[in-house]
């Protein structure tokens, strides 16, 4: 028989290879999710899915499964909304290892300073947040910029602080960003009700439609 019209826990092994590329990939993920379980093509992979969600009710731990795969797929889409929100903010600078500037409102903290967290979320960005590795990769980059050379507080931060200082860094911007979302919006919308591209004043608006007309329906100069 075929590897996928086994029972659906089949080999162990490639049963427990398949939820975990699950939830490293995304279940939609097929390429990668082959990539994973060894010895099996993407075709194999993709009959075999079809019959582990027909046959998961035989499953004795898919709630477990399901609240595995579910919590590796909510951490996919909070990698793609923070790229999202990385990409919005660089848009902004024509420099941004130079211009970028962090709104930190009452969040600037006692620590790290504007220069270095300008780095963080730079170098973040070229590295790419997707990366599985990508805050050891930060780390090195710390330590190998000539223009912290002489700064042991950044340089001497595990991979995990920086992560936990990206991970507030990255906070602040989708906020900033949020706001700035909203108020475009109302900008439009205010746009759109006075009925043109806005470069008109309300003020202005008013006298024209009440600047006296000749007999032809032409306003009068004044």
């Not at 499964?65 to 600078?93: D, P, S």
């Not at 991979?159 to 200082?165: G, S, T, W, Y």
Request: hydrophobic share 30%; with cysteine; proline share 3%.
């Amino acid at each position: 028989k075929q590897w996928y019209q086994r029972r659906v826990r089949g080999n162990k092994r490639d049963f427990n290879q398949f939820v975990k590329a699950c939830e490293k990939w995304g279940r939609d993920d097929i390429e990668n999710i082959a990539s994973d379980v060894e010895g099996k093509t993407p075709e194999e992979v993709k009959a075999y899915m079809t019959v582990f969600w027909e046959r998961s009710s035989e499953l004795q731990d898919l709630e477990k499964i399901n609240m595995q795969i579910e919590r590796g797929e909510a951490k996919i889409e909070r990698r793609h909304n923070t790229r999202r929100a990385l990409e919005a903010k660089m848009a902004r600078y024509r420099a941004p290892f130079h211009q970028l500037k962090i709104q930190y409102g009452t969040n600037k903290g006692k620590h790290y300073n504007e220069e270095e967290d300008r780095f963080l979320v730079c170098m973040l960005y070229q590295l790419g947040i997707d990366k599985e590795n990508v805050y050891d990769e930060l780390r090195t980059e710390v330590r190998a910029a000539p223009q912290f050379r002489f700064d042991w507080f950044l340089k001497s931060r595990t991979a995990m602080e920086l992560q936990r200082r990206c991970n507030t860094l990255i906070t602040l911007i989708e906020r900033e960003n949020l706001e700035l979302e909203e108020r475009e919006g109302k900008r439009k919308t205010l746009v759109k009700k006075q009925g043109g591209s806005g470069n008109s004043t309300p003020t202005q608006k008013r006298k024209a439609d009440i600047a006296p007309k000749n007999p032809s329906g032409k306003k009068i100069k004044k």
